[in-house]
């Protein structure tokens, strides 16, 4: 088997506990939303409103709650960064002991729309600028009254970049 992807730190074995403890029939549809909303850097996946129903749901504190929040989405970017097929996934999240159901559960739903979120990242810009456009002038100084033979370029560079909202140059 391959180098783990998903190291196995104090956070990461509490949080398969706490996984381990959530109810298997609602588990696919939370690892759905996560997946589709993975994306997605600047919104959370779920609102103030939706993390208190889940809490109730699974039965989970807030930090618990956001623990497992934070550990499904770390695993599901590490399957993106590493191109994981569902059964390296799978055979990944039993060796660091999570259930053989939620593991299934893990390599099913990634088996549905991994391919469709890596091409997300792919697409997603990860600067917050981006070089749109690049001028120059370079002028060039022959001589000046006292020197005869001056040879001084200056050179003008302009670069256009855009951010997500909006185009300015600088």
Same mark, same amino acid.
């Given at each position: 088997?391959?180098?783990?992807?998903?190291?196995?730190?104090?956070?990461?074995?509490?949080?398969?506990?706490?996984?381990?403890?959530?109810?298997?029939?609602?588990?696919?549809?939370?690892?759905?939303? !996560?997946?589709?909303?993975?994306?997605?850097?600047?919104?959370?996946?779920?609102?103030? %409103?939706?993390?208190?129903? !889940?809490?109730?749901?699974?039965?989970?504190?807030?930090?618990?709650?956001?623990?497992?929040?934070?550990?499904?989405?770390?695993?599901?970017?590490?399957?993106?960064?590493?191109?994981?097929?569902?059964?390296? !996934?799978?055979?990944?999240?039993?060796?660091?002991?999570?259930?053989?159901?939620?593991?299934?559960?893990?390599?099913?739903?990634?088996?549905?729309?991994?391919? %469709?979120?890596?091409?997300?990242?792919?697409?997603?810009?990860?600067?917050?600028?981006?070089? %749109?456009?690049?001028?120059?002038?370079?002028? !060039?100084?022959? @001589?000046?009254?006292?020197?005869?033979?001056?040879?001084?370029?200056?050179?003008?560079?302009?670069?256009?970049?855009?951010?997500?909202? @909006?185009?300015?140059?600088?």
């Amino acid at each position: 088997m391959a180098a783990s992807v998903v190291p196995e730190t104090d956070s990461i074995r509490r949080a398969v506990l706490l996984l381990n403890a959530v109810d298997p029939g609602r588990f696919p549809r939370l690892l759905s939303r !996560l997946l589709q909303r993975l994306h997605l850097k600047a919104e959370t996946s779920f609102s103030e %409103e939706e993390e208190e129903k !889940l809490q109730i749901a699974f039965s989970l504190e807030k930090q618990d709650l956001h623990l497992v929040l934070e550990a499904i989405s770390f695993i599901l970017e590490q399957a993106v960064y590493h191109n994981l097929k569902p059964a390296s !996934l799978q055979q990944q999240l039993q060796s660091i002991h999570l259930d053989q159901d939620k593991a299934e559960a893990f390599a099913n739903a990634w088996a549905a729309g991994g391919q %469709e979120t890596i091409e997300k990242f792919r697409q997603r810009v990860l600067t917050p600028q981006k070089l %749109e456009t690049i001028g120059w002038q370079l002028n !060039l100084q022959m @001589s000046a009254s006292t020197q005869a033979k001056l040879k001084s370029p200056r050179a003008v560079l302009e670069l256009g970049v855009s951010n997500e909202d @909006s185009k300015y140059y600088s």
